[in-house]
């Protein structure tokens, strides 16, 4: 009896897996399986059925044909089983549910991918690129906002908020993002800051010890009162920058400089209260400079980018060594603030300082109310 043969019935039996190989792994048309018939196959002593009746016969004879229906071939992507009408959802499902696990092997055959292929890595989520590219834009405009009056914080603040960051973790955040504005600060300033390193160098400390004391007051408030002080100081910060124009001419028909402990004692309270939240505090350092330093605009300009950055460095590293930072929105945060603080000279010489001026203050006292409506935003 010749092998793959069965003479009690009449007719071949499905050769064997090794036997058949894979010449006869064909796809079949849906309206091929519907014309075969059974009958060809039986009719058929030769073996010369066509594989799509030979298909038909697996799927309608006996528990061995219907067991043997449901197994795999050795080249991918090819069953011996007829298709089958199944709905496109479940196809669908069943489609995800093999790649994730990793096991569309007749897929990836198709299509070329190798194993650790970037379609079968984790790709990030669209809600993360979006927004680091918002905390980047809202940095750019916070370095611009900064260089022209000193209010990056009513700004870079409020984008972090938006962005779901809590209150505590926000404020964190925004100071220690805040350092990469001043290098930007200081490459724009360089002409102003000539001459002046002995100052500098004296007065930087004072302000390093406020902001490390404006750090460790940040630190050890708990997020309840931090939430109800921000209204205040974000109000305080924006009728401040409303008023400088007035205080700056007023400063400035003055024409002498005041002496005595006006600047140390100013200066450790400013840069304690720019530790602890900042929002104004650019532009009530520019007043205390302007009145006890150099009545010059674009000198204490200068000089008050330095005390800020020199207290921000100090208070920002203590709270990376000892505070809540999230990396995820400080990064991109600061690498916008540089861009910002580089471009803003050249940017703010073109735009007139009171309509940012007016639309900042507005922003800040609009965020204020909220704030002081709603303390869990």
């Not at 960051?165 to 926000?170: S, T, W, Y």
């Not at 400390?205 to 750090?215: L, Q």
């Not at 460095?313 to 990396?327: E, I, K, N, Q």
Request: charged share 20%.
């Amino acid at each position: 009896m010749t092998r793959g043969t069965d003479t009690s019935r009449g007719r071949r039996r499905r050769p064997s897996r090794a036997a058949r190989g894979t010449s006869h792994l064909v796809p079949v048309r849906p309206t091929a399986v519907r014309r075969a018939g059974v009958d060809d196959v039986r009719g058929d002593p030769d073996g010369q059925a066509d594989d799509t009746a030979r298909t038909v016969r697996a799927r309608c004879h006996g528990s061995r044909a219907r067991a043997e229906r449901g197994r795999g071939s050795a080249s991918r992507g090819w069953r011996w089983r007829a298709p089958r009408p199944v709905p496109w959802r479940r196809a669908a499902r069943q489609v995800a549910r093999r790649v994730r696990r990793g096991t569309a092997v007749g897929v990836r055959a198709r299509i070329g991918h190798r194993s650790g292929s970037r379609t079968e890595r984790e790709l990030p989520e669209v809600d993360a690129v979006v927004e680091a590219g918002l905390l980047v834009a809202a940095g750019v405009l916070a370095g611009l906002v900064g260089t022209a009056g000193g209010i990056t914080s009513l700004v870079s603040y409020p984008a972090l908020l938006a962005v779901g960051v809590p209150a505590l973790a926000a404020n964190v955040a925004n100071i220690v993002a805040g350092v990469a504005c001043w290098p930007g600060a200081a490459l724009a300033s360089r002409p102003e800051l000539a001459g002046r390193g002995p100052w500098l160098r004296r007065w930087t400390p004072v302000a390093a010890a406020g902001g490390v004391t404006g750090a460790a007051l940040l630190l050890s408030t708990s997020p309840g009162v931090f939430a109800r002080v921000v209204p205040f100081l974000v109000a305080a910060g924006s009728f401040t920058l409303l008023a400088q124009p007035r205080l700056s001419a007023r400063l400035r028909q003055r024409g002498a400089r005041t002496g005595g402990p006006a600047l140390p004692v100013g200066l450790v309270a400013v840069s304690l209260y720019n530790g602890y939240f900042g929002a104004g505090a650019g532009v009530i350092t520019l007043a205390l400079v302007l009145v006890t330093v150099d009545g010059d605009l674009p000198r204490a300009n200068a000089l008050k980018n330095m005390l800020i950055g020199a207290g921000a460095v100090v208070s920002a590293t203590a709270l990376v060594w000892f505070g809540p930072v999230d990396w995820a929105v400080v990064v991109p945060l600061a690498v916008g603030m540089f861009s910002g603080a580089v471009l803003g000279p050249r940017v703010t010489r073109r735009l007139p300082p009171a309509v940012l001026r007016w639309a900042v203050a507005l922003l800040g006292l609009g965020l204020a109310v909220e704030l002081l409506v709603r303390p869990a935003a």
